[in-house]
């Protein structure tokens, strides 16, 4: 069986934030959510300072502390290693984003009205976004799952995320964390975020 | 100069209640134009999901190269996505390309037409705008332009930006032959200082860094795609570069985002000549540079006289001394077997240095410690950074690319914008490619190399963008009282583009520049001088004075305010467009190979009823009459390629844009690929090859002009002209001997304002791009995503930089609110960020914000705006260029609770 994961090579990095509004454009979520982002730091002082990037988002871990927290089971994990939220379960407790160590989680409000609220008619892109959005759930990063279904679209004979295709100089790498190519970068030092907290994440960083 | 002074004084609220047609025209919710998009939303609620993906290519940076895909469903379009089968981004997107859906669902766009029924105009003026048909904005302008080809079609003016068409369309670059006006101006000139260097030593408008081969590379205020996130193959290059080990030394007062991935040199603002002249310097005493190279590749070896000119010989050819046998010979001698790159050389009795000589003469000044107390940067690292520079050059060795043996020197000195448009900016970005062609680097694998397929000319055995003689004839031509155009270039010689100073000045005054006609028609088109430019008292003037101005407008930004009539403009995404593809900047091989065009035609149908630029250009073209109709169709046909093929246009005929771009298409690409062949597939692409990427292959006998001979020679003419005619360059009353001075063969350092010290200005501001806006690109200012990610996420947010020593040096902290005015009287208020990011003498300003315009979405209207601390004044901007400095003296203090 497949197990999806991603390995984020920070040396290839450039804190552009295309991922960022891929992912957000993709998902239509709505004003101040990010799925995943840049984290940018400062490093050193002056004049040996120099900036950090850090992408982050939902691990997708093989322990997912948020998932056994829920209550209702609305946080599965897929056999494939996807953790989801199904909106239908999700009594929007939010005991998960509390116990997810790495914040990767956002919660529904109600407030739909989008990045034009001082405008009455929403444009034809908000309202179609507007479909998938349930007020008082928890909303996370599904890394693209509807890709992964569909198996398309297909980077070197894998589906890929919006995140994964889209970043300019491919720091993101997604596929089957038990192949071969992705083995061989974890061999190479690539760790997993938190790794006290026990998590497993499928989320690995190359170093710089 | 102020910015403050010319603040609107009405709120948004009060603004829209005060004009009530504007509120129609802007239809914010009206539901006036909404039109389609709620069909389409309708068609949604009926629960059947149709859906499609339409090849399209971006339209967010200055030369857009990259392929997408939009998914459709039900008529609304709800993802972008990279190409994955496009050779150029493999599927990847900037984080600009990525927000596109936000320029296409943009509520507050440009909706409808209208005029203005306010005649008073200005930026905190309301234009009461009426709306009217399409039809009727149209009638307006094509009667003045048909009234001014009539009159004097010298009185219409054509200003163009980098908001939208200028790369993509041809009726942008010929706009003036159409219409018969010498006259254009260029929001985007002044601060672009960055072509002269690259057509002086690769005949190319741009050049590009092979970073697919460089091992060491030194930035001088130059973005290589990492700060602009370029995904057409920029990013990608420079970070494969780094997976391989290339060093980058960035030389720059702010620690860009490549930074992060090399070494920082902060450098003072200004002080990029002394570096690049020390650098020159340490490689001719240090004997590190490629000889081989200069004696055969470039002038260097050319006798000069006393005065700098070449020493000819009796048929006016220049000469050479030839070490293996003493003699002094032509350049083009065939006994000639190894010219000598120092004199003395013997020829009829006197004794003449060469080229060489000179060079070396000249930046004998510039020590590593001279260096020092110019740029901040300790001798120690200029003289480590130069030798290390060297060695990786690798002088000597060869690489065999695809069978193609080169010289293989994987090193680069690359200069941007932010060094290009500091003082003495234009002559840092050629010393700086002399340093590149002392070690060799220059046309060769992991070098600086040509971006379009350059002409190659040579003149005297010296690769020129133009022969001289002809050059200065056409100079002197131009040179005649009164000017018969309005670009200025008559004394700024060397300016590339129109000077925007001359231009707009020349609108107000125009005997203070030599003109005896006034401007009656203005036509700006992705065009913001009042944002993109400092001096924006002098914009409004100007704007102010011109009876008739119109635009196609997409966002109601400040050039639209000062419109009389608008036509609203198709989105980004929505316009029948074509590009060829042709990366810049920095490539790797396979990016250099690839060329083909890009095409694309609305996903969705269009939102309003919009106008395209192309359209209307064809439209007002064949209204206007038969010449300005035969030169449409004649010289479209030339600027496709068209003349001799079967799909020449015909002077007499009428076409379409479509029907225009289906020739052009058949012509490039082939007869069976014509327009619905693009429809379908998007895009089409062939593999050059290797030599036409390397200008060492091509450039022939040709010798690259480490000696300058040419500008001196451009300097002395401007001289001869401006005696003749008793003239002097508006703002040089009486200091001509300044201009003059800027016209030098060799290496100089000139003392100038930027390096001046001892006042109340003891700091200096600079600026960059930042990924989620470079040149406001695609409607960048008011999208919605980038601008959240600039307010948000980025570390070069809306707030001004400070060094922490500057900091607490002055009292000011983190958070404090600021005013920053500079040695120009030019002021603006911001929010500070402390961060050793950025060198102790300076403040950064990230991109720019603080739009003025009341009506665009009211994110543009925040961060501070930066070009107004700067000077385009006569007198202050480069004489010989036209350009501005990027950066100023400046004085801080905390603003007022």
């Known amino acids: 069986m497949t197990r999806y994961g991603m390995i984020i090579d920070l040396e290839r990095c450039i804190g552009c934030n295309a991922c960022t509004i891929a992912c957000k454009q993709k998902h239509a979520t709505l004003p101040g959510v990010f799925w995943t982002k840049v984290n940018v730091s400062e490093e050193g002082t002056y004049p040996h300072a120099f900036k950090k990037f850090l992408p982050t988002q939902c691990n997708h871990c093989e322990n997912p502390t948020c998932m056994h927290v829920c209550p209702t089971g609305a946080t599965y994990k897929r056999e494939d290693g996807l953790v989801l939220v199904d909106q239908d379960k999700c009594i929007g407790c939010r005991y998960c984003m509390a116990a997810c160590p790495y914040e990767a989680r956002s919660f529904d409000f109600g407030d739909h009205s989008g990045y034009f609220p001082e405008i009455a008619e929403k444009t034809a892109y908000e309202k179609a976004g507007d479909a998938d959005r349930v007020k008082g759930t928890v909303t996370k990063c599904k890394f693209c799952s509807d890709r992964i279904d569909a198996n398309s679209p297909l980077k070197n004979g894998v589906p890929v995320t919006a995140c994964a295709q889209v970043c300019p100089t491919s720091a993101r790498i997604f596929g089957d964390l038990d192949s071969p190519e992705m083995q061989k970068c974890v061999k190479e030092g690539a760790y997993q975020p938190r790794p006290d907290q026990r998590t497993n994440p499928n989320i690995y960083y190359l170093p710089k | ?46 629960g059947e999901n149709e859906e499609k ?94 009234e001014v080809q009539e009159k004097d079609p010298r009185r219409l003016m054509f200003m163009y930006g980098f908001g939208d068409t200028l790369h993509e369309s041809p009726f942008t670059k010929i706009f003036t032959a159409i ?55 920029p990013s990608r290059a420079m970070a494969n570069a780094w997976k391989r080990g290339m060093k980058t030394v960035v030389v720059d007062p702010h620690c860009t985002n490549e930074a992060a991935h090399g070494e920082w040199l902060p450098m003072r603002p200004g002080g990029d000549m002394a570096f690049v002249m020390a650098m020159a310097r340490i ?204 670009t200025g270039k008559q004394f700024s010689a060397l300016a590339r583009f129109p000077v925007l100073t001359t231009a707009m000045g020349g609108i107000v005054d125009p005997e203070k520049y030599f003109l005896d006609y006034d ?87 269009l939102l309003y009823d919009t106008v395209q630029y192309e359209d209307l250009i064809i439209e007002m073209a064949y209204y206007c009459g038969p010449k300005t109709s035969a030169n449409l169709n004649m010289i479209t046909s030339g600027f496709f390629k068209l003349m001799g093929t079967p799909y020449a246009m015909e002077p007499t005929k009428k076409y379409t844009w479509e029907d225009m771009l289906d020739r052009y298409f058949r012509a490039t690409a082939g007869d069976e690929k014509g327009l619905d062949w693009f429809r379908e597939n998007g895009h089409w692409t062939y593999e050059r090859p290797v030599e036409e990427c390397y200008d060492y292959c091509i450039q022939g006998v040709g010798r690259l002009p480490l000696y300058n001979q040419r500008d001196m ?109 500079s040695q120009f009287g030019g002021t603006t208020e911001g929010v500070l960020k402390v961060t050793g990011l950025m060198r102790i003498d300076c403040l950064g300003f990230p991109a720019q914000g603080g739009h003025v315009a009341p009506d665009m979405n009211p994110v543009a209207r925040r961060g501070t705006t930066y070009n107004q601390l700067l000077s385009a004044d006569d007198g202050n901007y480069f004489t010989e260029s036209g350009s501005i400095s990027i950066a100023s003296r400046v004085k801080i203090r905390k603003a007022d609770k």
């Open chain 2, 1 to 46: 100069m102020d910015a403050t002074k010319v603040l609107p004084t009405t709120t948004r609220r009060s603004f829209l209640k005060g004009s009530a047609a504007l509120a129609a025209a802007l239809a914010v919710g009206s539901g006036v134009t909404i039109g389609a998009a709620e069909a389409l939303a309708e068609t949604n609620a009926g």
């Open chain 2, 53 to 146: 993906w339409v090849k399209s290519f971006c339209g967010t940076c200055i030369f857009t190269n990259c392929g997408l895909e939009v998914k459709v469903v039900n008529g609304v379009a709800v993802e972008v996505r990279g190409d994955l089968d496009h050779p150029v981004n493999q599927g990847t997107m900037c984080p600009r390309g990525a927000a596109q859906l936000m320029n296409l669902y943009n509520p507050y766009r440009c909706k409808v037409a209208v005029k203005r029924t306010n005649p008073e105009k200005g930026l905190d003026v309301d234009p009461q705008w009426q709306e009217i048909s399409n039809d009727e904005a149209k009638q307006i302008i094509f009667d003045k332009m048909k």
């Open chain 2, 283 to 486: 490689l001719i005493t240090e004997e590190l540079c490629d000889y081989e190279f200069l004696r055969t590749r470039t002038n260097v070896p050319y006798l000069v006289v006393e005065d700098g000119d070449y020493l000819y010989d009796a048929n006016g050819k220049p000469l050479m001394l030839d070490e293996a046998d003493g003699k002094v010979k032509a350049y083009d001698d065939p006994t000639l077997v190894k010219p000598a790159l120092n004199g003395p050389a013997e020829y009829e009795g006197k004794s003449y240095d060469t080229a060489f000589d000179r060079i070396a003469a000249a930046v004998e000044v510039a020590t590593p410690e001279w260096a020092e107390e110019k740029t901040d940067i300790a001798a120690a690292d200029i003289l480590r950074v130069t030798r290390e520079f060297a060695k990786e050059a690798r002088i000597g060795e060869t690489i065999t690319l695809e069978g193609v043996t080169l010289p293989y020197r994987p090193v680069c000195l690359a200069t941007g914008r932010g060094a290009a448009n500091t003082m003495q900016g234009m002559r840092t970005y050629l010393v700086a490619d002399m340093v590149n062609c002392l070690v060799g680097a220059l046309g060769v694998p992991g070098s600086m190399v040509h971006v379009e397929w350059p002409k190659f000319e040579v003149d005297n055995g010296v690769i020129l963008p133009e022969p001289i003689a002809p050059y200065l004839e056409k100079q002197t031509q131009a040179f005649t009282i009164p000017f018969n155009d309005y």
């Open chain 2, 713 to 821: 020679m451009v300097g002395r003419n401007l001289k001869k002209n401006c005696e003749k005619w008793n003239v002097e360059q508006p703002g040089w009353e009486g200091r001509m001997d300044e201009v003059y001075a800027e016209y030098t063969p060799v290496p100089e350092w000139h003392d100038n304002w930027l390096t001046e010290s001892g006042d109340e200005f003891d700091m200096f501001c600079v600026n960059w791009k930042i990924s989620p806006r470079i040149l406001a690109l695609g409607g960048a200012d008011e999208n919605a995503w980038l601008r959240e990610v600039c307010e948000f996420l980025e570390f070069d947010d809306l707030r001004i930089q400070i060094n922490p020593a500057a900091a607490e040096a002055r009292g000011l902290k983190d958070g404090d609110k600021v005013i920053v005015e």
């Open chain 2, 179 to 233: 219409f018969n006006t010498p006259n254009y101006a260029m929001s985007c000139g002044p601060l672009c200082e960055v072509h002269h260097a690259p057509t002086m030593y690769n005949n190319t408008f741009i050049d590009r860094v092979d970073v697919g081969h460089c091992n060491y590379l030194i930035t001088l205020g130059r973005n290589m795609g990492a700060s602009a996130a370029f995904a057409s193959g």
């Open chain 2, 519 to 605: 401007i009656d028609v203005l036509f700006p088109i992705g065009s913001n001088a009042f944002m993109a430019d400092s001096s924006r008292d002098l914009v409004v003037k100007a704007f102010q004075k011109v009876p008739f101005i119109y635009t196609l407008a997409y966002s109601m930004d400040e050039t639209s305010m000062f419109c009389d009539v608008l036509l609203p403009e198709p989105s980004s995404l929505e316009r029948t467009q074509c590009k060829p593809i042709e990366e810049i900047m920095t490539a790797d091989l396979q990016s250099m190979r690839t060329g083909g065009l890009n095409f694309k035609s609305s996903p969705v149908e």
